[in-house]
T-cell receptor, first 114, second 112 residues
């Protein structure tokens, strides 16, 4: 069974640009969550989508948005990039988004903002 | 109140030794406490998890101890191996959701 895949793996952008990251969950998984990982702030929850609806949202500015498609694939968009947005963006999927279902993480997209 | 504190920041253990990582929380609404293991270049992977109605859970060499009154929980890795060298994160969530609050992580190095 294929794991969670994220594309691209690496991305370099400049301040002010926008970026779209993609996540393909494990087949059959309907919940997709996004996390930001930085050395300073650690792992922080961005948002979760379930059946194309945002079900939970973390404490991030409106520049961070996402969506989920009918095939459960998800995209995350960051507009007006800032230097502080440089981070590893992780996507995770699970069957229902509820425990005891296991949440599986992808390898992440490394975003560098110059 | 949403924070999860974790210590130590880094840990060096000899092969065969016991690794102990501690976490503490304030939010009594947390009802699920997983531990994740992350290797360089990889996403975190669920290691073991516990609910607050259980004081201890063991899976192989990994044990979670949970103290509800103290609002603390810990991960014990018995017979630590060099392959256990990774960063470990404790986490917590409410209402059995998976929008986890993560601790800052502990970098474990197991010396051969």
């Amino acid at each position: 069974k294929a794991g969670v895949t994220q594309t691209p793996r690496y991305l370099i952008k400049t301040r002010g640009q926008q970026v779209t990251l993609s996540c393909s969950p494990i087949s059959g998984h309907r919940s997709v969550s996004w996390y930001q990982q930085t050395p300073g702030q650690g792992l922080q929850f961005l948002f979760e989508y379930f059946s194309e609806t945002q079900r939970n949202k973390g404490n991030f500015p409106g520049r961070f948005s996402g969506r989920q498609f009918s095939n459960s694939r998800s995209e995350m968009n960051v507009s007006t990039l800032e230097l502080g947005d440089s981070a590893l963006y992780l996507c995770a999927s699970s069957l229902s988004g509820r425990v005891p279902d296991t949440q599986y993480f992808g390898p992440g997209t490394r975003l560098t903002v110059l | 109140q949403q924070q999860v504190k974790q210590s130590p920041q880094s840990l060096i253990v000899q092969k065969g030794g016991i690794s102990i990582i501690n976490c503490a929380y304030e939010n009594t609404a947390f009802d699920y406490f997983p531990w994740y293991q992350q290797f360089p270049g990889k996403g975190p992977a669920l290691l073991i998890a516990i609910r607050p109605d259980v004081s201890e859970k063991k899976e192989g060499r990994f044990t979670i101890s949970f103290n509800k009154s103290a609002k603390q929980f810990s991960l014990h890795i018995m017979d630590s191996q060099p392959g256990d060298s990774a960063t470990y994160f404790c986490a917590a969530s409410v209402n059995y959701g998976q929008n986890f609050v993560f601790g800052p992580g502990t970098r474990l190095s197991v010396l051969p």
